[in-house]
């Protein structure tokens, strides 16, 4: 019985210090919670000029994205053009080929058919004299 009355009057001690460590902590939980409320409620010393620089940077930026999308837009557009400009170089050159070699080709035949005429030209006057 004894010894049960001793257990009793242990636990009895250790909840007693476990509730005071509880109502401690409490206090030092409210006495924080107090103490942040206040720090959060304080503006730092630069904060307005922080503030106020973090507004024009992100102005900056914008107009920074806007310019380079540009960019990036109007080198897309050359890019293009100076394809569709080469292409178009490309066919006139297969067009102008294709014209100096018809006249090649025409010019050839002149000159055969023109020597042709002159050896025809040549056997006719020498049937002549025969």
């Given amino acids: 019985m004894t010894e049960m009355e001793e257990t009793v009057k242990q636990l ?11 109502t401690r902590r409490k206090q030092e939980l409210e006495r924080a919670e107090k103490r ?18 973090e507004a024009e940077l992100e102005r900056y930026y914008n107009i920074y994205v806007e310019k380079f999308t540009n960019i990036d837009y109007l080198e897309h557009e050359l890019d293009m053009y100076n394809l569709k400009d080469s292409q178009r170089r490309q066919k006139q050159q297969e067009v102008i080929d294709k014209f100096k070699s018809q006249q090649m080709k025409s010019e050839k035949e002149e000159i055969f058919n023109d020597d042709r005429d002159d050896e025809e030209g040549m056997f006719t006057e020498h049937d002549k004299m025969r």
Avoid: F, S, T
Avoid at 12 to 22: M, Q, T
Avoid at 38 to 53: H, T
């Fill in 12 to 22: 009895k001690l250790d909840e007693a210090e476990l509730l005071n460590k509880l």
């Fill in 36 to 53: 942040l409320k206040g720090i959060e409620n304080v503006k730092p010393e630069y904060q307005e000029e922080y503030e106020r620089l």
